[in-house]
């Protein structure tokens, strides 16, 4: 585990970055919807289908018990990543909006009457699941309100959330403001009116080192994709005493403890949750993920970023026209969220790309945070491991040749 970063080092582990777009080098600023993937996660998942693809927990031969010990053996590596107590507290699913689903389909524990607060910050994944359990149960939705940065205040949160509350959920980091939430404070004001919190981790879970023994989380959800991992992939922890008390919502095969002609029994945890075959291959691959991002070291990780990130600030700050939306530069993390006056979102993102620069436009799954920002859609910038000072000075060039684009009179 280094204390710095070697960026150049790291980029040869990508081959897709090794590419031009349009005749440029390409940019990659787009991680927030999904991460490039090393050779290393490549070759785990091709290592797998060319050395022992099988289906894992039923077969005795070797191939499944190698497939079986790679499957369990990623679960290992998920619990120790994430400091959870048991292996059972790590269900896989198909990714962060499975694993909110999950919890949002199986928990039982609110009744008509019951509220659910959650932020105008949240994904979709974050909050459809939410209002549809409310739907259903006849039960309130309540937001927390949002500093003029798009950040809770404390205040606010103990002010939201009371004896009536049953659920908080919220996300870690937003994936449009780049805002970074005190979960773990959160999560102690929920806990002491006797409600469970569930965190969306998707933009956390990459860039930052997790804890769910400090953190003190009742569930929390994040995908592969966005980490180095595949695609097809994510994780759901719960606790463990929750999880037990929880229903599946998926029934067939491998999650079965007896079948008979007219009813069922369920097998333990954690596969009790996973109906069918596994994720086997992107389990894998996400393991993979995870150990290399552990070499590099979160703490180098995170101050990588974080100079990118005040560094892509400053310089997209003195393009004129441009409006920065979230948290400043020192209290966010890797991702900018950006309009340029009189110029479609989507006609940035278009001109950009013809200079080799890749980044996001729309409303990001987050229409809610939208309204509040008062946009229908918004351009957006995100960074990892394997971004540079270049990719930020193309970013700005194409935005001036963009902004000189647009303004000229034809």
Partial sequence: MADTLNVNEIIEDFPILKQQVNGKRLAYLDTTATSQKPLQVIEAIDDYYKRYNSNVHRGVHTLGSLA???????????????????????????????????????????????????????????????????????????FIPMTETGELNIEDVKATINDKTKIVAVAHVSNVLGTIN?????????????AIISVDGAQAAPHMKLDMQDLDVDFYSFSGHKMLGPTGIGVLYGKRDLLKNMEPIEYGGDMIDFVGKYDATWTDLPVKFEAG???????????EAIKYLENIGFDAIHAHEKELTEYAYEQMSQVEDLEIYGPPKDRRAGVITFNIKDIHPHDVATALDTEGVAVRAGHHCAQPLMKWLGQSSTARASFYIYNTKEDIDQLVYALKQTKEFFSYEF
């Fill in 68 to 142: 079986t010990d790679g499957y369990e053996g990623a679960r290992e590596t998920v619990r120790r990543f994430i400091n959870a107590h048991y292996f059972e507290e790590i269900i896989f699913t198909r990714g962060t909006t499975a694993s909110i689903n999950l919890v949002a389909r199986s928990y039982a524990n609110i009744s008509e009457g019951d509220e659910i607060v959650v932020t105008e910050m949240e994904h979709h994944a974050n909050i459809v699941p939410w209002q549809e359990l409310a739907h259903r149960k006849n039960a309130s939705l309540k």
């Fill in 277 to 287: 075959t596994p994720l086997i291959a992107q389990a894998i691959g996400l393991a």
């Fill in 182 to 194: 005190d979960v773990k404070e959160i999560a102690k004001v929920a806990h002491e009116h006797g």
